[in-house]
């Protein structure tokens, strides 16, 4: 799909769903217009700038017009669930703060109700013409690929989806070389590609060849292109690469990565952040300000001062820092060294109650708010440890791409406390890496959703 075409969608779909929100804001005053004085239209205008304002900045957080999601029309429909969702709740919250009285709570329930409706019913129409997009034969380009290997069969993978608009037409490879059935006919070899791609009324050759091969193929796209047929090169680096890549291009210059993940991309770094930073603080004011004077007030009563237990931890790019906790054992010569076992004798009364209920891990909303860690993350360990764990576990360190969390992928699915094997650590290593390479905003949202029903509905290893 042309990058043109791309921002037509975009646009689009940015302003139908804009459109939709404010005819039903519009139509809705109106046809409540009998309940609305004159007086109160000022908190109205600001209702609709607000519900504006919340649409926009919720729509590029969880990129709900990226090509990835728009493309999908499961994926597209699943994303507008997850959007509105948020959007409602951001609502209820405005309503709530803003104590604004004066707006009908019928006119705010219908209005959103009928936005949710056309925004749905807009998706629709765009799933009818994205199928007229892939049925209709002149938006449709004949395909040829040059090559049998693994590139290639990814590629045509691809282009069978219904994400591209490509009819795959054959394979041009030397017949001899082929050792199993193929999807598309093998139409010839190099030497005889053009005269097929002539034949066949060809738009565009894909060729995936391995670098270094080819030696006419600077020819062969010059005589291709006095054909009108585009040549696209797919690098097949399968001899060089023996793990998947990820490509990127830094001012049109190719560049390889073993490891990727959207955290890579500087914007996705700010939302994450800006998620660390509201939630820490609505949560360092509203539950920590009560919270830990009345904690500490029942640790001093059994086992004296301090309250807080500090550690340092390895952080995001193997960089050391300070952990807090509420200390929930004795004071001990081997706090930096063991770790906390089940019914473990240095543990107090006050210690077992807050380990249960996560409680003693409540102060690190402060390393959150102060860019130490992330709400969600790989859980950072004792500096000793790490080294230990380093050595049993190759791809450990690449746990420290990103910041740690106070929750994560692998703790919601069972991998939390005392790590009693190698598997342990190793399962731990594999969903926190699974975690790094398909972050999402969604994601982390999700991970501390499940964390919360955990802690009320208790954990086996909280202890």
């Known amino acids: 799909m042309n990058r043109q075409l791309e921002r037509y969608l975009k646009g689009t779909l940015i302003f139908l769903d804009l459109l939709a929100l404010n005819l039903s804001n519009f139509s809705l005053q109106g046809i409540f217009a009998n309940h609305v004085n004159h007086e109160f239209l000022g908190a109205y205008n600001r209702y ?25 029309f499961n994926t597209f429909v699943k994303r507008t669930v997850q959007v509105v969702l948020v959007y409602l709740m951001l609502v209820m919250v405005y309503l709530f703060f803003s ?49 049998y ?9 691809f282009l069978e989806s219904e994400n591209s608009n490509a009819d795959v037409m054959g394979y041009v490879e030397n017949p001899e070389i082929i050792r199993e059935l193929t999807n598309y006919p093998i139409l010839g070899d190099f030497s005889s590609a053009l005269d097929i791609a002539r034949e066949m009324d060809i738009h565009e050759i894909f060729y995936t060849g391995s670098i270094g091969q080819g030696s006419d193929l600077n020819e062969f796209i010059r005589k291709a292109e006095r054909e009108s047929i585009k040549v696209k090169i797919v690098p097949n680096l399968d001899s060089y690469l023996v793990y998947d890549s990820h490509i990127e291009f830094y001012g049109g210059v190719p560049v390889l990565t073993r490891r990727y993940s959207a955290l890579d991309d500087a914007g996705n770094v700010i939302k994450k952040r800006l998620l660390d930073v509201v939630a820490s603080s609505l949560i360092i004011i509203l539950i920590l300000s009560w919270v830990i004077p009345i904690l500490g007030i029942l640790i001093i009563i059994e086992s004296g001062v301090p309250i807080f237990f500090k550690q340092k931890r390895t952080g995001m790019s193997n960089k050391p820092f300070w952990c807090y906790k509420l ?16 019914d473990d004798m240095r543990i ?112 086996k290893k909280a202890y």
């Open 48 to 72: 609709f700038l607000i519900t504006n304002g919340f649409w926009l900045v919720l729509s590029i957080t969880f990129a709900l017009y990226s090509m990835r999601v728009i493309s999908d």
């Open 99 to 147: 104590r604004e009285l004066l707006l009908s709570r019928k006119f705010v329930f219908y209005s959103a109700v009928s936005f949710s409706i056309a925004l749905f019913f807009i998706r629709f129409l765009f799933l009818g013409f994205q199928r007229y997009f892939r049925k209709s034969e002149s938006l449709k380009k004949r395909v040829l690929i040059v090559g």
């Open 149 to 157: 290997n693994e590139t290639s069969k990814k590629l045509t993978k």
């Open 327 to 342: 200390r929930s054992m004795k004071v001990n010569k081997d706090a930096d060294n063991k770790q906390a076992t089940k």
């Open 348 to 459: 107090t009364r006050v210690g077992k109650f807050m380990r249960r209920t996560s409680l003693d891990e409540f102060p690190q909303f402060f390393n959150v708010f102060l860019g130490d860690m992330s709400l969600v993350g790989p859980r950072p360990h004792m500096l000793k440890h790490t080294e230990l764990y380093a050595s049993i576990v190759d791809e450990f360190m690449v746990r420290q791409f990103v910041k740690p969390g106070i929750t994560g992928w692998a703790q919601i699915n069972g991998f939390r406390g005392e790590i009693n094997s190698e598997s342990d650590i190793r399962n731990r290593v594999e969903l926190d890496l699974w975690y790094i390479e398909h972050w999402t905003l969604w994601l982390d949202i999700q991970i501390l959703f499940l964390t919360v029903y955990k802690v009320i509905v208790g954990d």
